[in-house]
């Protein structure tokens, strides 16, 4: 019993980490009656968010419909202020300067997500997905939030992640740290 649980949850994980909403016949047991369950995105945004009216032209063709800029003519690709890189989408923290590095490719380069602890992203505000558009087998990295395509991730890195962060610029907004303002009294 225990192992078809397991079974149908590592199923039901596959199948929801795909697509941000899918329907799904499940039969009842002992009923010739069948429900239907609709699996919703884990996103809190939706397919009612207009953003095409929200993003610049640029910046919708990246996120939303998985482009890439041009090499070398992104805004942050030899940006050092320190601070942290947001999505362009929805805001939230994926990249910290502290892990920016020059990695030559014509893209901001991090090795590792903001939130990322001894290797376990799962408190960070991105996700991996397996994705074979650049012509051979690479990792997709997408907003954990709002499912922007901001990039991707290589394993030719410098230590110690061994990971290459390759991100759009325009798939980035960045919000430079506070902490040089003088203290008021």
């Known amino acids: 019993q225990t192992t078809k649980m397991s079974r149908f949850a590592t199923r039901l994980f596959?199948?929801?980490?795909?697509?941000?909403?899918?329907?799904?016949?499940?039969?009842?047991?002992?009923?010739?009656?069948?429900?239907?369950?609709?699996?919703?995105?884990?996103?809190?945004?939706?397919e009612t968010t207009d953003w095409q009216k929200k993003l610049s032209p640029e910046e919708y063709v990246v996120t939303r419909e998985k482009g890439t800029e041009e090499p070398f003519s992104g805004l942050y690709l030899n940006h050092n202020e320190v601070g942290m890189y947001h999505c362009v989408c929805c805001e939230a923290p994926l990249f910290s300067s502290e892990a920016k590095y020059d990695s030559g490719t014509g893209w901001p380069s991090f090795k590792e997500a903001h939130g990322t602890w001894e290797g376990d992203e799962s408190l960070t505000s991105i996700i991996r997905r397996p994705?074979?558009?650049l012509g051979s087998?690479?990792?997709?990295?997408?907003?954990?939030?709002?499912?922007?395509?901001?990039?991707?991730?290589?394993?030719?890195?410098?230590d110690p992640t061994g990971h290459r962060f390759c991100i759009n610029s325009v798939a980035l907004k960045f919000k430079p740290r506070d902490n040089n303002k003088p203290k008021e009294d």
């Open 131 to 133: 994705d074979n558009s």
């Open 14 to 46: 596959a199948l929801v980490s795909q697509a941000p909403v899918r329907n799904f016949a499940l039969p009842r047991k002992n009923s010739g009656l069948v429900r239907l369950l609709t699996i919703h995105s884990l996103t809190r945004y939706n």
């Open 137 to 158: 087998a690479g990792t997709e990295v997408l907003c954990k939030n709002c499912d922007a395509h901001l990039g991707h991730v290589f394993e030719d890195g410098p």
